[in-house]
C-alpha cells in the first residue's frame, strides 16, 4: 500500500478553528458522554480543547518550521497581551478586585481569557479568517453547528419546563427564559437570513425561521431589538445599492406591510396572546419597554461614574458597586461600563471613536462586507442592554472587523484600483464599472 500523505493547509486549519471554537458547547456535549462512557468524563474539557485547538497548533508548527509566523497569531497575541497588561495593573492597583477575577462563570479566566471560552479568543478566528469571504464561510458552518447544540439547548429546557440560571444573589435557580440562549440562537437567525437574502436556498431560511422562533420562545425580548436592527440596516443597505425602480417597491411594500399591520393588530394580538410566551405577553399587553431592574443597575453605575477617577476605575471598575446588589456586577450597559473603566475621557473617546469605524465600515461596505456588519452591529445591541463587552465574543469579531479585516481589504481595492486604473461611476445607485 501507498504512503497516505494529509496535507494542511493554513486556511482549512483555521476554518476548523473557527467553526469548532463557536461550536464549543457542542463538542463539550459530545466529548462528555462519549467518554462517560468510558468512565472518563472528568476529562471531557482537555479532549475538548484538543479536538478545537488541533488544526491551530498543527498550522503553528508547520508556519514555525517554514521560518514564516502568520500576521494574524501576531496581532492577537499583541491584542491578548494588553488585556492582560490592562488586568495585572488594575488588580496591582486595586487588589480587593481579586474577588471579582477569580468567581465562576464571571471571572477574568472564564469570560475573557479561557483559551476553549473566553471572549477574547474570538479575536483570534476572526483574525485567521483573513477576509470577508472566509469569514462569512465561516460564520455560516459554525452556525450550523451552533443550531444544533441550540436545539439540544432549548428541548432540554422544553422537557424540564424551566431554564436553569444563576440569579442575582447568584444561586442556581429555575426561570421560564434564559438571556444568553436567546442572543446566541438569534445570532444564527441573522446569520441564516443573511445567506437566504443573498442565495435563497429554503434551507436557510428554514433554519433562520427556526432559529427565530427559538430566540422568541427561550430568550428575552432584547432578541426583538436585535432582529429589527438587523432588518432597519440591511434594507438601508439594499437601498443604497439597488435602482431607483426596485427602492420604490422595497418602500412600498414596507408601507403596506405596516398598513396591514395596523389594521390587522387586535386580530394579531389575540392571536399572540394564545401562545403563552413572555415575549410575545410583554409585546401584546405593551410592558415590552418595562425596565426589569435595569434602572437601578444604570442608577449605581452612574453613582460610581459621578466620582470615577481619570483614568476609570480599572478592568471591571463597574463590579464593586454593583457586585454587591447583583451578583453578575456589570453595568449593562457598554457606554456605562466603558465610562467606568477607562475614566470619562478615555472611556468616551473610545466608545465614539468604535461607533464611528462602525458607520463608516458600514457606508462603504459591499456584498459580503455589508452582510457581515449588519449582523455584528445588530447582535452588539445586546450589549446596550445586558452583558459585558469583555465577556462577549461577538463584540470583539466585531473590533477585529472594523478595525483590521475591513480596512485592509478597503486598501486592497483601493491599490488594485490605482494599478489599474478602473474607474468606478455611480449610477443609479449602482456601483458600475
Not at 100 to 111: A, C, I, L
Not at 234 to 239: F, G, N, Q
Not at 377 to 403: A, R
Request: proline share 2%.
Amino acid at each position: 500500500m501507498g504512503n497516505v500523505k494529509v496535507k494542511i493547509s493554513y486556511e482549512s486549519a483555521a476554518a476548523w478553528f473557527f467553526i469548532t471554537w463557536f461550536s464549543g458547547g457542542l463538542i463539550r456535549i459530545v466529548c462528555r458522554r462519549l467518554l462517560g462512557l468510558a468512565g472518563l468524563s472528568e476529562f471531557y474539557i482537555l479532549a475538548a480543547d484538543t479536538v478545537i485547538y488541533i488544526p491551530l497548533i498543527l498550522t503553528l508548527i508547520f508556519r514555525i518550521k517554514a521560518k514564516k509566523m502568520p500576521g494574524s497569531i501576531l496581532r492577537f497575541a499583541t491584542l491578548y497581551t494588553v488585556a492582560a497588561v490592562l488586568f495585572t495593573v488594575t488588580l496591582a492597583v486595586h487588589p480587593d478586585y481579586l474577588q471579582y477575577y477569580t468567581r465562576h462563570t464571571y471571572g477574568v479566566w472564564d469570560s475573557v481569557f479561557r483559551p476553549d471560552n473566553g471572549a477574547l479568543w474570538a479575536c483570534l478566528a476572526v483574525f485567521c479568517s483573513e477576509n470577508s469571504k472566509v469569514l462569512k464561510r465561516n460564520m455560516k458552518l459554525a452556525a450550523i453547528l451552533l443550531f444544533f447544540y441550540s436545539t439540544y439547548q432549548f428541548m432540554g429546557a422544553g422537557s424540564r419546563g424551566y431554564w436553569q440560571i444563576l440569579d442575582y444573589q447568584g444561586r442556581t435557580a429555575a426561570q421560564s427564559y434564559n438571556l444568553g440562549f436567546g442572543y446566541s440562537v438569534m445570532f444564527c437567525a441573522l446569520i441564516f437570513f443573511s445567506l437566504f437574502l443573498k442565495e435563497h436556498r429554503i434551507w436557510q431560511g428554514i433554519l433562520g425561521i427556526c432559529s427565530f422562533i427559538m430566540a422568541l420562545v427561550g430568550g428575552s425580548r432584547g432578541c426583538l431589538l436585535v432582529f429589527l436592527i438587523f432588518v432597519i440596516l440591511y434594507t438601508i443597505k439594499e437601498l443604497t445599492t439597488v435602482t431607483l425602480k426596485k427602492k420604490i417597491l422595497i418602500l412600498l411594500a414596507a408601507l403596506s406591510g405596516y398598513i396591514l399591520i395596523q389594521f390587522s393588530l387586535d386580530h394579531i394580538s389575540s392571536v399572540l396572546s394564545g401562545l403563552n410566551l413572555r415575549t410575545v405577553e410583554m409585546l401584546v399587553n405593551g410592558s415590552i419597554a418595562e425596565d426589569n431592574g435595569r434602572d437601578a443597575i444604570y442608577q449605581l453605575a452612574r453613582e460610581a461614574i459621578a466620582h470615577v477617577p481619570l483614568l476609570g476605575y480599572g478592568t471591571f471598575g463597574d463590579r464593586q458597586f454593583i457586585a454587591p446588589y447583583y451578583y453578575w456586577g456589570y453595568s449593562h450597559n457598554l457606554f456605562l461600563e466603558l465610562i467606568i473603566d477607562f475614566g470619562r475621557i478615555l472611556g468616551l473617546a473610545i466608545f465614539v471613536f468604535l461607533i464611528w469605524k462602525c458607520v463608516q465600515a458600514l457606508l462603504k461596505a459591499e456584498g459580503d462586507q455589508s452582510s457581515i456588519l449588519c449582523i455584528l452591529i445588530s447582535v452588539n445591541v445586546k450589549l446596550f442592554l445586558s452583558d459585558t463587552f469583555w465577556g462577549y465574543p461577538q463584540f470583539w469579531m466585531l473590533v477585529v472587523y472594523v478595525f483590521f479585516i475591513f480596512p485592509r481589504e478597503q486598501g486592497q481595492t483601493r491599490r488594485f484600483i490605482r494599478s489599474t486604473g478602473i474607474k468606478i461611476v455611480k449610477k443609479r445607485g449602482v456601483n458600475r464599472i
